[in-house]
């Protein structure tokens, strides 16, 4: 399950870095372009911080910090081989977008943005969508389909 995660991952990727060629061929000399009014527009942005924009300027921190956090949950995937295939999909969704990113950082020092909602503020792209949805869904499984806080209280338990 593991190598099936990493493929999903991959193919996120791939997604991921054939829209942001295209927003930066053909985006990016026009600016913005809006799709459905009020609603939705592509804006290219070149992010040089982490969410929002925050920290701007310190890519070689994120690129270390993000290939941590990546190395970690590749190395939990394959060391704990956690059951049922929910934690794979998160870990797919995290690692592809993760990857995406990494890619943008290394390569341009800024991550290209192009996805625009009224009702949410910044401009994100695929890869922060799929961090984001990646991220919530581990959350959940952690929560409800994890063995892992059980394991804690029952130590706990043991303990006292």
Known sequence: MPFISLIIGAV????????KYFVSAYLQPVGSINVID?????????????????????????IALTSVLLAIIIFYMFKKRPKGRFFYICAALIVGGGVGNLIDRIFYGY???Y????????VCNFA???????TILLV???LFFSDMLD?????KIKND
């Open 151 to 155: 394991s804690s209280k029952k130590a």
């Open 38 to 62: 009020n609603l939705f527009s592509l804006v290219y942005v070149e992010n040089r911080g982490v969410a929002f924009g925050m920290f701007s300027g310190m890519h070689w921190v994120f």
């Open 128 to 134: 922060d969508y799929c961090i984001t949805a990646g």
């Open 12 to 19: 996120l990727v791939i997604i991921d870095q054939i829209i």
């Open 115 to 122: 996805i625009s909602l009224s009702f949410f503020p910044p």
């Open 140 to 142: 959940i499984y952690l």
């Open 111 to 113: 991550v290209i943005d």
